[in-house]
């Protein structure tokens, strides 16, 4: 099992950005893919970002594609998502998840744990 703590969230201006941050432990943190996720209030959660388990290979939803970069450190167990040029629509409690497998993924049955959410909250 890996458990999984997020920080970095935060009150933006729209136009902003944010970075955030999942540190990892348990398994080997090289050995899985990470992904990031958001849920805003009403709706379902929905995919965000993945980045395969070297880093090499990533995997964006068209709504964020050019404005967010998903990156990992594996030497340091953490995943981070770089939040660029934010709108309202992006405010949502975002969620890191540690995927089953070792590729970048959007689906949320390929990943089996989950942290406890940080809130982004972007103003117009």
């Known amino acids: 099992q890996v458990q999984l703590v997020e920080s970095g969230g935060g009150l933006v201006q729209a136009g902003g950005s944010l970075r955030l941050s999942c540190a990892a432990s348990?398994?080997?943190?090289?050995?899985?893919?990470m992904g990031w996720f958001r849920q805003a209030p009403g709706k379902e959660r929905e995919f965000v970002a993945a980045?395969?388990?070297?880093?090499?290979?990533?995997y964006y939803a068209d709504s964020v594609k050019g404005r967010f970069t998903i990156s990992r450190d594996n030497a340091k167990n953490t995943v981070y998502l770089q939040m660029n040029s934010l709108t309202p629509e992006d405010t949502a409690v975002y969620y890191c998840?540690?995927?089953?497998?070792?590729?970048?993924?959007?689906?949320?049955?390929?990943?089996?744990?989950w942290g406890q959410g940080t809130q982004v909250t972007v103003s117009s």
């Open positions: 348990g398994r080997t943190f090289s050995s899985y893919a």
């Open positions: 980045i395969s388990w070297s880093g090499g290979s990533t």
């Open positions: 998840a540690a995927g089953s497998g070792q590729g970048a993924t959007d689906t949320v049955a390929d990943f089996g744990s």
